[in-house]
């Protein structure tokens, strides 16, 4: 356990929460909300240190909108002061965690990411025969919040850091609970329809909160079942290994472990297959050898690019800004075989003239 217990004067401190404005504020200066906390900047600091540090704080409600990436979820967006406070706290805690998790852990943290975990996902493919894919079924709807504060709680000693992540979290309470559908596990009786859960995608804290409820079954497969060939991109996770029945038989094992944070695998897609199959994973098929855009991105860019597009001809889009847009859907796609892809699509739609 992390034994400073003066992490909050840390959290609170204005230097702390001046560099999580900048952190929250990046590439969203303008956006109204943003600005009009930005026009009055120190004031509006002064006035959130000093809520937290009287205890006054309160998050305020979220807003929500679907997207499709390429699955339907759920974003919610909390408003920029509280996000300014995700930050001031993760800031501050995240590396009391960051030294427990493993290596191969890829989402949400400095240094890893989509494309290192794309990198080790081939290594594998070309080390072992099999993979076992697993995806957890209605994740952060699922997250549980007595078992993610008794997981905090491990590292955190400070009393009103622990205050200040169950204002978070009940912040959070019922905005993911229509995405929810009620699991049933030993042991529970008629209240346990009422457990607090869910973490609101879209939050810093939720992305880091997720590699923190994950990081004992990240450990449980590499200690106990000894797994080698593991990595995890958020809650999707492979296991390779060159025999298939040890596989199915770590499979079982895992619904059993995962039970005990109130998770569950979505059963069908959660299978053993042979790695020269193709990997499905991060918007990539990962073969052995080689990698292939999965077709609905590249159709999915197709459509974004039209509308792009037509913006920039009614001159309601710059082509500095259409550029940066392409440009960063390109750097992504480069991490894969698609050199003829890329062409193909950008030669197919012709760049109109702004009428700007």
């Not at 967006?77 to 509280?82: G, I, N, V």
């Not at 042991?187 to 973490?199: S, T």
């Not at 997720?210 to 809650?235: E, I, T, W």
């Not at 979505?266 to 990997?279: K, L, N």
Request: aromatic letters at 12%; charged letters at 30%.
């Amino acid at each position: 356990m992390a034994r400073d217990e003066h992490l909050y004067a840390q959290v609170t401190s204005f230097s702390n929460l001046y560099l999580a404005y900048r952190a929250a504020a990046r590439g969203k200066r303008g956006q109204p909300e943003v600005a009009a906390f930005d026009f009055d900047l120190e004031a509006n600091l002064l006035h959130l240190q000093e809520e937290l540090r009287n205890k006054t704080y309160r998050p305020g409600p979220y807003r929500s909108f679907y997207i499709h990436d390429p699955k339907r979820r759920l974003i919610s967006a909390a408003p920029f002061r509280d996000r300014v406070v995700h930050h001031a706290l993760v800031r501050v805690i995240e590396p009391l965690f960051e030294r427990g998790f493993i290596a191969d852990s890829y989402a949400n943290r400095v240094g890893k990411g989509t494309h290192r975990a794309l990198d080790r996902c081939q290594q594998f493919a070309r080390r072992y025969r099999y993979v076992l894919q697993c995806d957890i079924r209605q994740f952060f709807p699922s997250v549980d919040h007595a078992i993610l504060k008794g997981i905090l709680a491990r590292k955190i000693a400070d009393p009103d850091v622990m205050e200040l992540i169950d204002r978070i979290l009940e912040g959070g309470v019922g905005v993911l609970s229509e995405e929810y559908e009620m699991v049933w596990f030993p042991g529970d009786d008629l209240f346990a329809v009422y457990r607090p859960r869910g973490l609101p995608i879209g939050n810093l804290t939720s992305q880091f909160w997720a590699n923190c409820y994950l990081n004992p079954l990240d450990h449980f497969v590499k200690r106990v079942l000894r797994c080698r060939g593991y990595l995890r991109y958020v809650d999707d996770f492979l296991l390779f290994a060159d025999d298939k029945r040890r596989l199915w038989d770590w499979k079982r094992t895992l619904q059993d472990f995962l039970a005990r944070l109130r998770l569950t695998l979505h059963d069908r897609e959660s299978t053993v297959y042979p790695v020269t199959q193709g990997i499905p994973f991060l918007g990539f098929r990962v073969y052995p050898t080689y990698r292939r855009l999965k077709r609905r991105n590249g159709v999915a860019f197709a459509r974004r690019l039209r509308r792009w597009y037509a913006a920039l001809a009614r001159g309601e889009m710059s082509y500095e800004a259409l550029h940066r847009r392409v440009q960063g859907w390109v750097a992504h796609a480069v991490h894969g075989d698609t050199e003829g892809l890329r062409r193909s699509l950008l030669a197919s739609i012709p760049i109109p003239r702004s009428t700007g």
